[in-house]
């Protein structure tokens, strides 16, 4: 079982990044999925997720409207779009998933049973 997440790099604020996260070894489509992210100095924080109990989509206050979440159940894959990017946005971004179905609020909480090694976005000009 792994994640592998891709497409972080270097990003100038109020710009767009989307980041992959491949899934291999379990089929993706029926897991819940987030993205979590953790700055410097600062605790891990949940970004985005898509339940698996209900479907439901969650984010986080600081990226309503600018962050979409989204799978191709085909790919296997999830994706985090990223768009009108501040600096504050600068961390590294963590896929997960979790075969429970549980509701996002207690991924968030509680954490996943799979994590992809991270992936490093900087928004900087």
């Known amino acids: 079982v792994q994640l592998q997440a891709s497409g972080g790099g270097l990003v100038q604020p109020g710009g767009s990044l989307r980041l992959s996260c491949a899934a291999s070894?379990?089929?993706?489509?029926?897991?819940?999925i987030a993205w979590f992210r953790q700055a410097p100095g600062q605790e891990r924080e949940g970004v985005a997720c898509?339940?698996?109990?209900?479907?439901?989509?969650w984010f986080a206050d600081s990226v309503k409207g600018r962050f979409a979440i989204s799978r191709d159940n085909a790919k296997n894959t999830m994706y985090l779009q990223m768009n009108s990017l501040k600096s504050e946005d600068t961390a590294v971004y963590y896929c997960?998933?979790?075969?429970?179905?549980?509701?996002?609020?207690?991924?968030?909480?509680?954490?996943?049973?799979?994590w992809g090694k991270g992936t490093l976005v900087t928004v900087s000009s």
């Open positions: 898509i339940s698996s109990k209900d479907g439901s989509t």
């Open positions: 997960a998933a979790d075969p429970k179905a549980e509701s996002c609020g207690w991924y968030v909480y509680y954490g996943m049973d799979y």
């Open positions: 070894g379990f089929t993706l489509d029926y897991y819940g």
